[in-house]
């Protein structure tokens, strides 16, 4: 893979350049691990590459590089197999790491929830799952995939820049909820 592309959609250098350094002092620390303990196992740089593409704030396939990791995490997910794994406990990487959480109407952005299944009683999310990444112990995205089926994603970049801010996605239900009925009220003219 190559770092420098991927290094690119940096919106502040040396912000990038110290997240960089972490990156590839951990892929070092792993390399070099491996070589001196050949025996043990330990997480392949798969699941490091998958982080690194999934925090890009452009999205995880805006670079040709990711494109294949992506798909294959994709398969991978939708076939039920666990998160791909990266040992960042070790040096200046550590607090960094990815997880995935299915979607359901308790986990869900706001916006991808609707009402599905038998006369329309049942709440949904439109996505599969979603994968926060955290780099200082701080979410830094999330990403929705299997957005309103196969492939389409939903980046979230909560990093260095971002104008968003984090929500809970266990309370997007609610929240729907709330306004489904208010504008219900509005459109029975509070009848």
């Not at 038998?118 to 929705?144: K, M």
Request: charged letters at 20%.
């Amino acid at each position: 893979m190559k770092m420098a592309r991927i290094v690119l959609w940096c919106r502040e250098p040396r912000v990038m350049r110290s997240i960089a350094r972490r990156w590839l002092i951990a892929l070092a620390l792993l390399a070099g691990t491996s070589v001196f303990a050949p025996g043990v196992a330990y997480a392949d740089d798969w699941g490091c590459q998958v982080i690194l593409c999934l925090s890009n704030p452009g999205g995880p396939e805006q670079y040709g590089e990711c494109v294949p990791l992506i798909e294959k995490l994709w398969r991978a997910l939708r076939h039920g197999e666990p998160f791909p794994t990266c040992d960042f406990d070790t040096g200046a990487a550590r607090g960094t790491s990815a997880s995935n959480t299915f979607a359901s109407a308790g986990y869900c952005r706001e916006d991808l929830l609707v009402w599905g299944a038998p006369e329309q009683g049942e709440l949904l999310c439109r996505a599969s799952g979603a994968i926060n990444v955290e780099i200082d112990s701080q979410l830094y995205a999330r990403v929705w995939w299997d957005v309103g089926g196969q492939g389409p994603t939903i980046t979230e970049f909560y990093g260095t820049g971002s104008t968003q801010v984090p929500y809970d996605p266990t309370q997007s239900a609610a929240l729907f909820l709330q306004r489904t009925e208010q504008q219900w009220d509005r459109s029975d003219g509070g009848n």
